[in-house]
């Protein structure tokens, strides 16, 4: 599937705001790739498709968790956390795209998990740092998003550990096996 298929596939789900979103997570994903030399196209369908469950009904995502392989662990915490692995989970039998490398990518963009790969980071990090968004200390984390991917996804998933702390939220394990393991290789 090439962009254009993809961001044609992609335009009836999402509302016109979201859609954006996506083409800036992808302008970003795309500079990151070139970047660490990480596959243009697998990056390209990645952050095109990263967002497509996002706007569907809560009971829609609820019904495929529990009537998929997807792990019924995801309900105990907040459905926002869910977009991500029900697309993973779709991305075969609705847009016929078969990489496990992709599907990862997607699977743990919200979250994050220990032992991202490059294309897993890219994604996580184009989501966080793409220019329409403004959390505290962005700025910080888009210049170093160039200079080290491993720091600058440490700066990201701290900045949403402290900032799900500072708004009493549960905070999904694999977040902070993201947190403990960069935290490891950084030492
Ligand atoms: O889909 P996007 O809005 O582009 O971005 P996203 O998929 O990174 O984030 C979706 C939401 O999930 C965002 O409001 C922050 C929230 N979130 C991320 N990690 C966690 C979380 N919420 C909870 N409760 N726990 C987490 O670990
Ligand atoms: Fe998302
Ligand atoms: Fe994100
Ligand atoms: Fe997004």
Same mark, same amino acid.
């Given at each position: 599937?090439? +962009?254009?298929?993809?961001?044609?596939?992609?335009?009836?789900?999402?509302?016109?705001?979201?859609?954006?979103?996506?083409?800036?997570?992808?302008?970003? *994903? @795309?500079?990151?790739?070139?970047?660490?030399?990480?596959?243009? /196209?697998?990056?390209? @369908?990645?952050?095109?498709?990263?967002?497509?469950?996002?706007? +569907?009904?809560?009971?829609?995502? /609820?019904?495929?968790?529990?009537?998929?392989?997807?792990?019924?662990? &995801?309900?105990?915490?907040?459905?926002? &956390?869910?977009?991500?692995?029900?697309?993973?989970?779709? @991305?075969?039998?609705?847009?016929?795209?078969?990489?496990?490398?992709?599907?990862? *990518?997607?699977?743990?963009?919200?979250?994050?998990?220990?032992?991202?790969?490059? @294309?897993?980071?890219?994604?996580?990090?184009?989501?966080?740092?793409?220019?329409?968004?403004?959390?505290?200390?962005?700025?910080?984390?888009?210049?170093?998003?160039? +200079?080290?991917?491993?720091?600058?996804?440490?700066?990201?998933?701290?900045?949403?550990?402290?900032?799900?702390?500072? &708004?009493?939220?549960?905070?999904?394990?694999?977040?902070?096996?993201?947190?403990?393991?960069?935290? +490891? /290789?950084?030492?």
């Amino acid at each position: 599937m090439n +962009r254009e298929e993809a961001l044609n596939r992609l335009r009836p789900h999402l509302s016109e705001k979201r859609y954006n979103h996506t083409v800036r997570v992808l302008d970003t *994903a @795309l500079e990151l790739s070139t970047f660490y030399e990480v596959n243009r /196209k697998e990056t390209e @369908l990645a952050a095109i498709f990263h967002d497509y469950f996002k706007e +569907r009904d809560v009971s829609e995502m /609820k019904s495929i968790i529990i009537n998929s392989d997807l792990s019924n662990h &995801l309900l105990n915490f907040h459905h926002e &956390l869910w977009h991500g692995p029900v697309a993973a989970y779709k @991305l075969e039998s609705e847009l016929g795209i078969e990489s496990s490398r992709i599907k990862e *990518a997607i699977y743990y963009h919200t979250t994050g998990k220990a032992n991202m790969s490059m @294309l897993d980071k890219i994604i996580y990090l184009a989501d966080y740092i793409e220019p329409g968004r403004q959390f505290d200390g962005i700025e910080d984390v888009r210049n170093e998003a160039f +200079r080290s991917l491993d720091s600058a996804c440490f700066m990201a998933v701290r900045n949403s550990i402290r900032h799900l702390l500072d &708004l009493e939220q549960l905070i999904y394990p694999e977040t902070l096996n993201m947190y403990n393991d960069l935290k +490891r /290789k950084l030492e």
